[in-house]
């Protein structure tokens, strides 16, 4: 059985399409990921997949629960971690916990002995009675994943988890979700950070203005544009009018200046290395560094999305 | 799990909602003002200058402040919750909607119940106005308690994150009540038009309960006003819950 089922699910709000006719399935312990840009849809699907929010048609299950029509026992199954750190300012990290595994209704010693556990796995232990109120954002982030987790869910709903973090907090929650997964968790995971989807996730769905534009793994999504291999390389010198000049090499598709470096497009990679070399030789400058790299999840991602050519009149519902 | 299990399970979540309210809420200013001063400066406002004893100003000022006490929770904490993300959490969990409207009303039910002692005592220890029959007044106090706290959660489900914009409409409902209910002018006092409004008032019903406690005598039968105080809180769940649903999307 799969974790969730999705099929033809759609989300109009009056005349604007928010999700449009979407079909996907997760498998048992596979992590997940949804990927698209702000507005895609990705908060969308996550509130229709919950039961938070209705669909206007399709159908979705939960380890072969309808949605809509045995929301109880599908949300039995699942934990959920929203955008925004959803937790109460006024009580502390304890009463939080214990109020949230109250609505699961979990037994007093069960949910003490969970509770426990989860806060010092976050490593919020020593803060538990303190009010949240005065937690940094990732303390805060990291006590919404322990209420996320306080039902011990067999799937785990994770809306932009490490969105915005400090980096011990990034690194405790990936470890976690690693933790997961590793014990068969399932793990749905919304994100427009592309490197973040490209190491957690077993699949990742291209989720752009409501519909998906493609689902496979990280890997085989990147073989799909084989186009988009490119050379690294770092100059001894800076120069004005470089770009335009690296742009007019032969085999150079484009050109991306990224911090001190500029990365050349191209279908023929060792022939745009020589050309390089040859370029600086004739410009009395120094090569510091040369690769090759492969197509990144973010050429995929930027390909299927023309995220570069959109700039103006996108309405956004996410 | 079974019916009963889910109907515990349901019970347990409404009560842990009602024990959150009353640990975050309870005693924020607003609620505060609204809730509990609100009534009291209207019941002075009335009171100035009027002939009726205190074993009728007394029932009154219960009924008025069970009524705005009751109907300020929900109306601040639920928008506020809206604008936190934390009413996602509760529309999230595997309860249902019933449980969260049960347990939002809950915690207006228990502060008003609370405060309504005040006034209880008050007219007690300072005016010597003594209870005749302990029944009607139990019973007026928590069903009248009840039922406002559900028509506050009712007005809370008007999807909003600003606690002003529902404490305007609920004003707009709660001020008229308190001249067509009986409390400052006698129901047989009331125009001819205005007569029609009192059956349609749930104050109507919940002071005539607490005026028969320290008077001996109401209006309608005491059934009645026990009756109808059901009707209208079953009529507040379920146009709640409608609401909720048709609004959290």
């Given at each position: 059985?799969?974790?969730?089922?999705?099929?033809?699910?759609?989300?109009?709000?009056?005349?604007?399409?928010?999700?449009?006719?979407?079909?996907?399935?997760?498998?048992?312990?596979?992590?997940?990921?949804?990927?698209?840009?702000?507005?895609?849809?990705?908060?969308?699907?996550?509130?229709?997949?919950?039961?938070?929010?209705?669909?206007?048609?399709?159908?979705?299950?939960?380890?072969?629960?309808?949605?809509?029509?045995?929301?109880?026992?599908?949300?039995?199954?699942?934990?959920?971690?929203?955008?925004?750190?959803?937790?109460?300012?006024?009580?502390?990290?304890?009463?939080?916990?214990?109020?949230?595994?109250?609505?699961?209704?979990?037994?007093?010693?069960?949910?003490?002995?969970?509770?426990?556990?989860?806060?010092?796995?976050?490593?919020?232990?020593?803060?538990?009675?303190?009010?949240?109120?005065?937690?940094?954002?990732?303390?805060?982030?990291?006590?919404?994943?322990?209420?996320?987790?306080?039902?011990?869910?067999?799937?785990?709903?994770?809306?932009?988890?490490?969105?915005?973090?400090?980096?011990?907090?990034?690194?405790?929650?990936?470890?976690?979700?690693?933790?997961?997964?590793?014990?068969?968790?399932?793990?749905?995971?919304?994100?427009?950070?592309?490197?973040?989807?490209?190491?957690?996730?077993?699949?990742?769905?291209?989720?752009?203005?409501?519909?998906?534009?493609?689902?496979?793994?990280?890997?085989?999504?990147?073989?799909?544009?084989?186009?988009?291999?490119?050379?690294?390389?770092?100059?001894?010198?800076?120069?004005?009018?470089?770009?335009?000049?690296?742009?007019?090499?032969?085999?150079?598709?484009?050109?991306?200046?990224?911090?001190?470096?500029?990365?050349?497009?191209?279908?023929?990679?060792?022939?745009?290395?020589?050309?390089?070399?040859?370029?600086?030789?004739?410009?009395?400058?120094?090569?510091?560094?040369?690769?090759?790299?492969?197509?990144?999840?973010?050429?995929?991602?930027?390909?299927?999305?023309?995220?570069?050519?959109?700039?103006?009149?996108?309405?956004?519902?996410? | 799990?079974?019916?009963?299990?889910?109907?515990?399970?349901?019970?347990?979540?409404?009560?842990?909602?009602?024990?959150?309210?009353?640990?975050?809420?309870y005693?924020?200013?607003?609620?505060?003002?609204?809730g509990?001063?609100?009534?009291?400066?209207?019941?002075?406002?009335?009171?100035?200058?009027?002939?009726?004893?205190?074993?009728?100003?007394?029932?009154?000022?219960?009924?008025?402040?069970?009524?705005?006490s009751a109907?300020?929770i929900?109306?601040?904490?639920?928008?506020?919750?809206?604008?936190?993300?934390?009413?996602?959490?509760?529309?999230?969990?595997?309860?249902?909607?019933?449980?969260?409207?049960?347990?939002?009303?809950?915690s207006g039910f228990l502060y008003s119940t609370g405060i309504?002692?005040?006034?209880?005592?008050?007219?007690?220890?300072?005016?010597?106005?003594?209870?005749?029959?302990?029944?009607?007044?139990?019973?007026?106090?928590?069903?009248?308690?009840?039922?406002?706290?559900?028509?506050?959660?009712?007005?809370?489900?008007?999807?909003?994150?600003?606690?002003?914009?529902?404490?305007?409409?609920?004003?707009?409902?709660?001020?008229?009540?308190?001249?067509?209910?009986?409390?400052?002018?006698?129901?047989?006092?009331?125009?001819?038009?205005?007569?029609?409004?009192?059956?349609?008032?749930?104050?109507?019903?919940?002071?005539?309960?607490?005026?028969?406690?320290?008077?001996?005598?109401?209006?309608?039968?005491?059934?009645?006003?026990?009756?109808?105080?059901?009707?209208?809180?079953?009529?507040?769940?379920?146009?709640?819950?409608?609401?909720?649903?048709?609004?959290?999307?």
């Open positions: 059985m799969n974790a969730i089922e999705v099929d033809h699910l759609s989300k109009h709000f009056g005349k604007l399409v928010a999700l449009n006719d979407i079909s996907f399935s997760v498998s048992e312990g596979e992590t997940f990921g949804f990927l698209g840009p702000n507005g895609a849809g990705k908060t969308t699907t996550i509130r229709l997949l919950t039961g938070i929010s209705p669909p206007t048609g399709g159908k979705a299950t939960i380890f072969g629960k309808d949605i809509v029509k045995e929301t109880t026992a599908a949300r039995k199954q699942m934990g959920i971690v929203h955008e925004t750190s959803n937790i109460y300012d006024d009580l502390s990290a304890w009463q939080n916990l214990m109020f949230t595994a109250e609505l699961y209704t979990i037994g007093k010693k069960e949910r003490e002995e969970r509770g426990k556990e989860l806060l010092e796995l976050f490593g919020l232990w020593e803060r538990r009675t303190d009010r949240v109120h005065g937690f940094s954002k990732g303390m805060k982030r990291r006590l919404t994943l322990a209420m996320g987790l306080i039902n011990n869910p067999r799937l785990l709903f994770l809306d932009e988890p490490t969105s915005g973090l400090d980096v011990q907090s990034n690194l405790i929650i990936r470890e976690v979700i690693r933790d997961l997964n590793s014990k068969g968790v399932t793990v749905f995971l919304t994100t427009h950070n592309i490197e973040e989807a490209n190491v957690a996730c077993d699949r990742v769905a291209i989720i752009n203005r409501g519909s998906i534009a493609a689902i496979d793994s990280p890997e085989r999504l990147k073989t799909t544009i084989q186009s988009a291999q490119s050379v690294e390389v770092a100059f001894g010198s800076a120069a004005t009018g470089r770009e335009r000049d690296l742009q007019q090499l032969p085999g150079v598709s484009e050109v991306r200046k990224e911090g001190d470096k500029f990365r050349l497009f191209t279908r023929n990679p060792s022939d745009v290395i020589a050309e390089v070399m040859e370029y600086a030789h004739l410009n009395n400058t120094r090569v510091l560094s040369i690769n090759t790299l492969g197509p990144s999840l973010e050429d995929v991602f930027i390909k299927l999305t023309g995220l570069e050519i959109r700039t103006k009149g996108v309405s956004t519902v996410d | 799990m079974g019916r009963n299990g889910q109907l515990y399970a349901e019970l347990n979540a409404a009560w842990a909602i009602a024990k959150k309210d009353i640990a975050i809420y005693f924020k200013p607003n609620i505060i003002v609204s509990a001063l609100f009534p009291l400066f209207m019941f002075l406002a009335f009171a100035a200058g009027n002939s009726a004893g205190p074993s009728v100003m007394i029932p009154g000022l219960i009924a008025i402040t069970i009524l705005f109907s300020s929900e109306p601040v904490s639920i928008p506020i919750e809206r604008r936190m993300k934390t009413f996602d959490r509760l529309v999230s969990a595997p309860i249902s909607l019933h449980a969260v409207v049960l347990g939002e009303s809950l309504a002692f005040v006034p209880l005592i008050a007219g007690l220890l300072i005016f010597r106005t003594p209870v005749i029959s302990i029944a009607p007044l139990v019973a007026g106090i928590l069903l009248t308690s009840f039922c406002f706290a559900t028509m506050g959660t009712l007005f809370a489900a008007y999807p909003t994150e600003s606690p002003g914009d529902i404490m305007s409409m609920l004003n707009l409902v709660r001020l008229p009540l308190i001249f067509i209910s009986g409390v400052f002018i006698p129901i047989e006092s009331i125009p001819s038009i205005g007569k029609v409004a009192v059956y349609f008032s749930p104050l109507t019903y919940g002071n005539d309960l607490i005026q028969a406690a320290y008077n001996g005598h109401s209006h309608f039968s005491l059934l009645v006003d026990v009756a109808m105080l059901f009707i209208f809180i079953l009529i507040f769940q379920i146009f709640a819950n409608q609401l909720y649903k048709r609004w959290n999307e």
